[in-house]
């Protein structure tokens, strides 16, 4: 395994509403490395069910969306994850990096922003959709592999 940055024992990915980029970035987190890592998704807003254009360009690298259940930073707490808990939190919108940032104000906790293409809206046919998607999907890859290596099957 080729890991650039050793990795944390917990991360949280977070988007707008928890139903594209984070369910992605977690999915795909867990598929490249296993259990080392604590890996949970939130939105900014819980008002969206998973995105079944995720499910399917996920799919196609063999991470399993279809029963991820959208959640927002509230319901979070509310379940008792607690911010604090987290080593890193991983904004992929810069509404997400906003609130992000006030709610670990308090915190010694690192907070990343990675410019992940929001790809909602994006294309005419459903194949154009799909091109939209896996390019997301592709730089949440990339971004994942170039700050924690390689891994995987």
């Not at 509230?74 to 997400?96: Q, R, T």
Request: proline share 4%.
């Amino acid at each position: 395994m080729n890991v650039v940055a050793s990795l944390p024992q917990s991360v949280l990915f977070c988007c707008d509403h928890n139903a594209v980029r984070s369910p992605m970035a977690e999915g795909i987190m867990k598929m490249l490395y296993g259990t080392e890592t604590y890996v949970q998704s939130a939105g900014v807003k819980n008002d969206l069910e998973i995105d079944g254009f995720s499910i399917a360009v996920c799919q196609e690298l063999g991470v399993e969306l279809s029963r991820h259940r959208s959640r927002s930073f509230d319901d979070l707490e509310e379940w008792g994850d607690d911010l604090s808990s987290f080593d890193i939190v991983v904004a992929l919108s810069p509404a997400s990096q906003r609130r992000a940032l006030e709610l670990t104000r308090y915190y010694s906790l690192d907070v990343e922003y990675w410019p992940i293409l929001d790809p909602t809206g994006l294309g005419e046919t459903r194949d154009a959709k799909l091109e939209s998607y896996r390019a997301a999907r592709d730089q949440i890859l990339k971004r994942l592999q170039d700050k924690w290596g390689s891994a995987g099957p």
